[in-house]
């Protein structure tokens, strides 16, 4: 079955850099597209980013865009993101999950989520 | 960007009772319109796509329509292990955008 295992929770101070891995199998990789999302603690859903695992086509959610960037490696079938310059309102919980991949269409399934907490 | 209001934001049902959840978006969307379940602690999971189309393995008490602006999603025959937020999401245009959420409580 499709599967999506993220790396495990992370602690960082203001400043500093973060970086998730999600892994998939259970499908041809490259076939599919990998979005990020993002949940603040007791808040909704939003949107990061998007990358083609076929074309290394990217979107990027404007409010990230120059501190944020999405990566994959064919090889492993595992997609990363980075976010930069962390900020306390960057604690969140980060989920990737599969999308489609020429676009963002819905998101299916998703990866159990890294909890990231930036704290001094 | 297009926004998506979502109401009521909670609400409270027995079981049994038949819940129903609406989105507006803030332009046509078509039918471009996902419904997640979210369970506390745990990640979304798509119960509807493309407005009224049920994902695989998904209880046939779950279901989805409306096109243009507005979607309702409902749940037919409330169960206990219905308990969690409801998100719709729409992605006619890029960046797709989520709802607020609705918790439905017992």
């Known amino acids: 079955q499709v599967q999506l295992v993220q790396s495990g929770a992370e602690v960082k101070k203001p400043g500093a850099s973060v970086k998730v891995s999600c892994k998939t199998s259970g499908y041809t990789f490259s076939n599919y597209g990998l979005s990020w999302v993002r949940q603040a603690p007791g808040q909704g859903l939003e949107y990061m980013g998007w990358?083609?695992?076929?074309?290394?086509?990217?979107n990027y959610a404007q409010m990230l865009q120059g501190r944020f960037t999405m990566t994959t490696d064919t090889s492993t079938s595992t997609a990363y993101m980075e976010l930069r310059s962390l900020r306390s309102d960057d604690t969140a919980v980060y989920y990737c999950?599969?999308?489609?991949?020429?676009?963002?269409?819905?998101?299916?399934?998703w990866g159990q989520g890294t909890l990231v907490t930036v704290s001094s | 960007d297009i926004q998506m209001t979502q109401s009521p934001s909670s609400l409270s049902a027995s079981v049994g009772d038949r819940v129903t959840i609406t989105c507006q978006a803030s332009q046509d969307i078509i039918k471009y319109l996902n419904w997640y379940q979210q369970k506390p602690g745990r990640a979304p999971k798509l119960l509807i796509y493309d407005a009224s189309n049920l994902a695989t393995g998904v209880p046939t008490r779950f279901s989805g329509s409306g096109s243009g602006t507005d979607f309702t999603f409902t749940i037919n025959r409330l169960q206990p292990e219905d308990i969690a937020t409801y998100y719709c999401q729409q992605y006619d245009k890029l960046p797709p955008a989520f709802g607020g959420g609705t918790k439905v409580e017992i």
């Open positions: 999950a599969r999308t489609a991949s020429t676009t963002v269409n819905r998101f299916d399934p």
């Open positions: 990358i083609s695992a076929y074309t290394g086509e990217t």
